[in-house]
């Protein structure tokens, strides 16, 4: 059975303090790892999709990297507005299969 | 925005009433996915298709059916609502099996 687990569950940072949240995985036959970031009463919003292990993504502040067992979504000098939920999420086959989430909150 | 609309966006109903939630795409996607989303759990997959008239289970498809008559527009159904299924509800679709998933903005359901 395909596991996800993200941490921590929450996180909060003072503007401009860098840190690393956390997805660890059990899937077999992994085809894409994908992070997403959801506000308040949203839908998620895609940001990023890692196919293998030493893969990285980075969009602005933001930047993926896989391992066969983990995958870090690390935040340089966060601003309030990165302030979400951040998902992760494992696809095998035809399904996704997602963690808890990680809320942050980024204090000005 | 990826042409993604789901309707209603909030509904109260009462248990034991049949309850149809719209997913409504734009962009010709062919899989299109149904979610709920709970405290303490997750995003967990209820049913997806795959195409018109192909649909498949999902994690926790027990009480909800879906219909596909359209490429256009992906139905979930509570035959019979039960107070475990107040949720919040997400579409989402793909274009293909590899791509990313868009959400839409969600249906809150509340049984009551």
């Known amino acids: 059975e395909d596991q996800v687990t993200q941490s921590p569950e929450a996180l909060r940072l003072q503007e401009g303090e860098s840190s690393s949240l956390n997805c660890s995985y059990t899937v077999s036959g992994l085809r894409g790892l994908f992070w997403y970031r959801q506000d308040p009463g949203k839908g998620p919003e895609f940001l990023f999709t890692l196919y293998s292990a030493g893969e990285e993504k980075e969009k602005e502040r933001l930047k993926a990297t896989l391992t066969k067992k983990e995958s870090f979504l690390h935040i340089t000098a966060p601003k309030p507005e990165d302030s979400a939920t951040y998902l992760c999420?494992?696809?095998?086959?035809?399904?996704?299969?997602f963690g808890g989430g990680t809320r942050l909150m980024v204090k000005p | 925005d990826a042409g993604i609309t789901q309707s209603p966006r909030h509904k109260v109903t009462e248990t034991g009433t049949p309850v149809t939630l719209r997913c409504h795409q734009t962009?010709?996607?062919?899989?299109m996915y149904w979610y709920r989303q709970d405290p303490g759990h997750g995003l967990r997959l209820i049913h997806y298709s795959y195409g018109v008239k192909d649909t498949d289970k999902g994690e926790v498809s027990d009480g909800y059916s879906v219909s596909r008559s359209k490429t256009e527009d992906f139905l979930l159904t509570l035959e019979s609502a039960t107070s475990s299924q107040t949720s919040v509800y997400f579409c989402?679709?793909?274009?293909?099996?590899?791509?990313?998933?868009?959400f839409g903005q969600g249906t809150r359901l509340t049984v009551v």
């Open positions: 962009e010709n996607h062919r899989y």
């Open positions: 999420a494992v696809r095998r086959s035809n399904m996704l299969t």
């Open positions: 989402a679709i793909k274009y293909t099996v590899e791509a990313e998933a868009f």
